[in-house]
């Protein structure tokens, strides 16, 4: 698929009008939109096709610093633990397109990276920065819309509808969003559009990266059916080997069916895959204006059985959500783990803190119990996640009880100790960003105690 056949150009004549209109008109025009949309779905006298978008980050971490130090581009670039020369025990956490080339992903054992490529860039996390950069992306996108949905630090939907007079047809939008983004952060973005979420997410990733996709309306079916199944959101492994063997390979496979033996084969996912795959899914997209919760999950390239990784995986997701949540002033008192094993069987575990807390080791605690408590009857893990809700200001919270679990004494004074960790570890994160790491200060903290 040639892209500049998919995206289109900006005419001549409109290059040099800058990527946004003038702050009047563009406030005017957002307002339009929320009064359009009010107007006609009360009335119900018009239903025009939805014009959603899908903007995921290239290679985000590692572009990032490829940015930041111009002498490592083009060279294989690995973000995660260290890898101690092949002996380390963390998990790689982004890795750039040349050191994809030599099939390192996220997720993979650090020491494993380094035996594919011992010339890479191994560089530490640099949590604030990418947390810095994501919130200038996002606030580029709620130029475009107001109805910009993020779904992870890297990527986030956006509802477009109705915005053709203010930022012209699609093509024409896909091409400032990308310009937008490149113009104030060095970065390149792919993005997919469509009339709905799950053909836009598929589209976003048809090009990577730098690409620009769009799905003409009602073309949906069309459009996504000559794809692996594999493409289709829900369709694990396990699903796709099931459905191979009964003689699926395209999307398209699975749209031709009748619903009823669909539902036959895989239950009530096998409905939710029939309507997918058809072009079908009308969830909307949901402004995060406010927040209800914060989460990370990583999903393993290859499904795992080894529970040591998981345990290393979620340590390095509670370290991240911890900053970010520092960073914000915000506490939660419910933390919960996500995991999802292969065949697609999701599965979550909850508890909530008699304090709130933003602190990384009551975050990783907690879901590292939940992981060891789970019976998992020897199935591999697909993906783990973390997310803290029931939010409140820090600030109003009390400065020494930092998230003690209700059966802990009152006595037990490890936490405050575990407070200052964190906040010297963010003082220096400040001041020397990622060349420092949380090992350093809790090298002597026992996994899950």
């Known amino acids: 698929m040639d892209r500049n056949a998919v995206a289109g150009t900006i005419p001549a004549s409109q290059k040099d009008e800058g990527i946004f209109p003038t ?25 025009m096709p939805r014009l959603i978008l899908h903007v995921d980050m290239d290679a985000f971490y590692t572009s990032i610093e490829q940015h930041d130090n111009p002498a490592i581009r083009g060279r294989p670039v690995v973000v995660g633990a260290d890898p101690r020369g092949g002996l380390g025990r963390g998990v790689v956490s982004a890795a750039s397109y040349e050191a994809r080339a030599f099939g390192i992903h996220s997720a993979m054992p650090i020491s494993q990276a380094y035996r594919r490529c011992p010339g890479a860039v191994f560089l530490p996390p640099r949590s604030e920065r990418y947390a810095e950069v994501s919130d200038r992306i996002m606030r580029i996108l709620g130029g475009f ?30 091409a400032r969003i990308k310009e937008a983004v490149r113009g104030e952060t060095g970065l390149t973005a792919s993005v997919g559009m469509a009339t709905n979420k799950s053909v836009a997410k598929i589209a ?34 396990k699903t796709v080997k099931e459905l191979e063997s009964r003689g699926f390979r395209t999307i398209g496979d699975i749209a031709s069916l ?24 009308e969830r909307p997209v949901c402004d995060d204006s406010e927040r209800k919760s914060y989460s990370e999950e990583i999903t393993f390239d290859t499904d795992t059985g080894d529970a040591a990784l998981v345990e290393r995986v979620l ?18 008192r419910t933390i919960t783990l996500k995991i999802r094993l292969e065949g697609f069987e999701t599965h979550t575990r909850s508890a909530t803190m ?25 199935r591999r893990v697909r993906l783990v996640g973390i997310r803290l809700s029931n939010l409140e200001d820090a600030a109003d919270a009390s400065e020494r009880q930092l998230g003690l679990f209700e059966e802990r004494g009152a006595d037990d004074s490890r936490p405050d100790s575990e407070s200052e960790a964190e906040r010297v570890l963010d003082r220096m994160r400040e001041r020397f960003g990622g060349k420092v790491t949380r090992a350093t200060l809790l090298k002597g903290l026992d996994d899950g105690e």
């Open 23 to 47: 702050v009047f008109s563009l406030t005017i025009g957002i307002g339009a939109i929320y009064m359009f949309r009010l107007g006609f779905s009360i009335r119900g006298a018009i239903r």
């Open 145 to 174: 819309t107001p109805l910009v949905e993020p779904i992870s630090i890297d990527e986030a939907y956006l509802d477009c509808t109705g915005t053709e007079n203010l930022f012209g047809k699609p093509a024409e939008l896909g």
């Open 204 to 237: 976003s990733d048809l090009q990577k990266p730098d690409g620009l996709v769009i799905c003409e309306p009602g073309r949906e079916r069309e459009f996504i059916a000559p794809l692996p199944i594999g493409r289709l959101w829900g369709a694990g492994k």
């Open 258 to 281: 009748p619903l009823s033996r669909m539902e036959g084969l895989l239950g009530r996912w096998g409905e939710h895959l029939w309507l997918l795959a058809n072009g079908m899914d």
């Open 315 to 332: 340590f390095e997701i509670a370290d991240r959500l911890s900053y970010k949540l520092r960073s914000d002033g915000v506490k939660g």
């Open 354 to 378: 008699s304090e709130p807390v933003n602190d990384m080791a009551a975050i990783r605690k907690t879901a590292v119990r939940h992981f060891r408590e789970f019976d998992r009857a020897g």
